[in-house]
């Protein structure tokens, strides 16, 4: 009798095997449509993927951004394009953008990248059934730093341009920046900085350098409501990198939010397995609707909790 029992226990412990795979594989994310061209820059086309927002009606936008460093990372990396889960079922018509990366492509390059997927997805709203005066950035990490910046530089179109689409402005209505920096100036310049600024350090020396590349000096009573979301272990923005940036925001009456993660790390991906972690894709998604004057379903596609197990 003893064989058949191994043979039950091997398959029993084979069968959990597979339902817990099942349970932690992260879902398929699949856009609508990909590979979108929304403009050229130095020979090469700059692309972006869309997910169709759930429900009718004419949609407010989110863009986001992806993280990598300054020099890596695409439209389909897993901790920004995260968002895309939660966003889309709730209503919005969501785009994530490529970008030029350095060293080839420092600065500004990403800037006016992705200034030019603001202005290309503003002026071909329509034919999204989307609202181009209700848009709002969404990045993480390098890609929490462009839309820092991006919102921050508020930079209207070129009505002179021969383009049709750079005579559209770039500036958003809301932006939520996750693990971002907002300056230069209080972060020791690793390895991925040197790469993305030090052509503008070259040329105009360090101080002026990293004052001209950091977002918080762009900081203006014009700019859009802000939300940061970020960790407070994370590995390498120190969480005075938000608080910095809304007391600067805050001094001009600019609204500024924040959403703490206790424990949390730099990228999404392990939040969902901190004991007691905020929901906060549900308050980030309540928070964008209260901005952008909209209202969808919350709930669908965001990862579930995974307790941890008491020993």
Known sequence: MLKPLVKRSALTLLGSVIVLFVLCAAPTRTPTKDGIVYGVADGQQLTMDYYAPKGDGIHPIVIIIHGGGYHGGTSK??????VADFLAPAGYAVFSINYRVAP???????????????????????????????????????????????????????????????????????????????SFEFVPLNADVHRFLDPLIAKEGQKAAIRDASPITYVSADDPPFLEILG????????????????????????????????????????????????????????????????????????????????
């Open 77 to 82: 990396s897993d901790s920004e394009a995260y």
């Open 232 to 311: 407070d272990q994370d590995e390498y923005i120190p969480f005075q990198e938000a608080v910095n940036l809304q007391v600067a925001l805050h001094k001009l009456h600019v609204r500024c939010d924040i959403i703490k993660i206790p424990g949390g790390k730099h990228g999404t991906w392990g939040w969902n397995k901190i004991p007691g972690v905020p929901d906060w894709e549900r308050e980030m998604t309540e928070w964008l609707n209260v901005r952008l004057n909209h209202k969808g379903p919350i709930g669908e596609g965001i990862r579930p909790r995974i307790a941890a197990r008491a020993n």
């Open 104 to 182: 080839r492509y420092p600065y500004p390059c990403m800037v006016l990248d992705a200034q030019r997927a603001v202005r290309f997805i503003r002026y071909h709203a329509k034919d999204w059934n989307a609202d181009p005066n209700r848009i709002a950035l969404v990045g993480g990490s390098a890609g929490g730093f462009l839309s820092n910046m991006v919102g921050l530089k508020n930079d209207g179109g070129d009505p002179t341009a021969p383009d049709p689409v750079d005579r559209e402005s770039a500036k958003a209505q809301a932006v939520v920046s996750l693990f971002a920096q907002s």
